[in-house]
């Protein structure tokens, strides 16, 4: 993932009472933990909150990750259940936006972004607002996939399936941020060609 | 016609991730070049899937990382789970039901009259069973006292456990 000390040394030096080691943890995977929580929140507000809650659990909880599989994996775990509770406790509708109201809701979005955003962002800023359109479900699988470099048995691990239901989930994510990029950025994409 | 769209997507995700068997791999590929509809359909599932994994991660805030180090500050790493279940306490509990287990097979297996075999009808007419006098017999009465002494001595060793560790945390 990145040079400098792996990450079960920093656990280690950490262990040993090094706690400014945790740091290094920390820049490491912000980004990745910011993204994930920022798929379930859809608020950059809520997503710093809950990741910082995050790394304080995974810290407390150090002395119990026995490094049989990757510190990420074990991470992402908690980012899992952690995400959940949040959605829970606001009570957000985790649906999918796969229903009419809320395709009228994408649309008005989608007009005002046509406008003001879209013409001036980056072809990656596209794809991040076409994941934000998921369910928060379909929008984690494809970050884990994707940008947190999980394997699909990581993936199953992490959201406590089967690796074949997992991979059943990531194609069914895909094929519907397909359907949402050909619907909302399809002037994009042809641009694109 | 739905259904076989999906298994054509779902080959050529499996396709796309490296997953297909090497068989299958040759057989995509020679799909792919002789057949239209599916070159067509591996274009562009092949453009979303470069299109997600070029795609930017979202970045918190410069002052993230020195905000979780000042909330961790204020916390200790909790021990290891591991470290605090008592084996010999599990250990007590489990030796605790399965003395209790044996001890009734042990008393039931007393009463029974082995040689009243050879008739359909019970030796004894269940619904006439005084359950009270079990209770009389000096044996069974010792049996539950040893049980209920041992599962008093258990929760006395949890309850002094947990108020030390409560004394070494304050």
């Known amino acids: 993932m990145s040079a400098g000390p792996s990450d079960s040394e920093i656990i280690s030096l950490v262990l040993k009472g090094d706690h400014n080691a945790y740091a290094l943890l920390v820049e490491r995977y912000k980004s990745y933990v910011f993204t994930l929580t920022f798929r379930f929140t859809k608020n950059r507000e809520d997503a710093e909150e809950v990741s910082q809650d995050i790394f304080v659990k995974a810290y407390r909880s150090l002395a119990d990750f026995k490094g049989t599989a990757k510190f990420s994996t074990w991470l992402y775990t908690i980012v899992n259940t952690t995400c959940i509770t949040f959605l829970r406790k606001k009570r957000l509708d985790v649906k999918s936006l796969d229903d009419e109201r809320t395709f009228e809701v994408a649309d008005n979005q989608d007009s005002g972004l046509r406008a003001n955003q879209v013409e001036q962002k980056s072809r990656l800023n596209m794809v991040n607002q076409a994941i934000a359109l998921l369910s928060p479900d379909d929008a ?14 990581e993936i199953s691990q992490i959201l406590g399936v089967e690796a ?4 059943v989930r990531l194609h069914r994510a895909r094929t519907r941020l397909k359907e949402k990029m050909e619907r909302y950025f399809s002037e994009e994409i042809k641009d694109l060609h | 016609m739905e259904e076989n769209k999906n298994n054509v997507d779902d080959r050529l995700w499996e396709f796309i991730d490296g997953q297909s068997s090497i068989e ?4 995509i590929e020679k799909l792919i070049e002789t057949n239209k509809q599916w070159k067509e359909k591996y274009r562009e599932l092949l453009e979303l899937h470069q299109l997600v994994q070029s795609s930017a ?11 979780v180090m ?6 200790q790493i909790a021990p290891a ?4 279940i008592n084996n010999k306490i599990i250990w007590g509990i489990g030796i605790f039901f399965i003395t209790l287990f044996v001890g009734f097979l042990i008393y039931g297996f007393g009463q029974v009259d082995w040689n009243a075999g050879g008739n359909d009808k019970l030796p004894i007419d269940i ?4 359950y009270g006098k079990f209770f009389n017999n000096t044996y ?31």
């Open chain 2, 81 to 84: 789970a591991k470290a605090y």
């Open chain 2, 140 to 170: 069974v009465n010792v049996f539950m006292m040893i049980n209920v002494v041992l599962g008093l001595m258990l929760l006395d060793r949890y309850l002094a456990a947990k108020k030390k560790k409560l004394q070494k945390e304050a």
């Open chain 2, 70 to 75: 000042e909330e961790i500050a204020k916390y």
């Open chain 2, 24 to 27: 299958e791999a040759s057989a």
């Open chain 2, 127 to 130: 619904s006439k069973v005084d």
């Open chain 1, 164 to 167: 074949n239901t997992a991979k």
């Open chain 1, 140 to 153: 984690e699988i494809i970050t884990l996939f994707y940008k947190n470099e999980q394997s699909l048995e």
């Open chain 2, 57 to 67: 991660l979202e970045e918190p805030s410069l002052r993230f990382t020195k905000n």
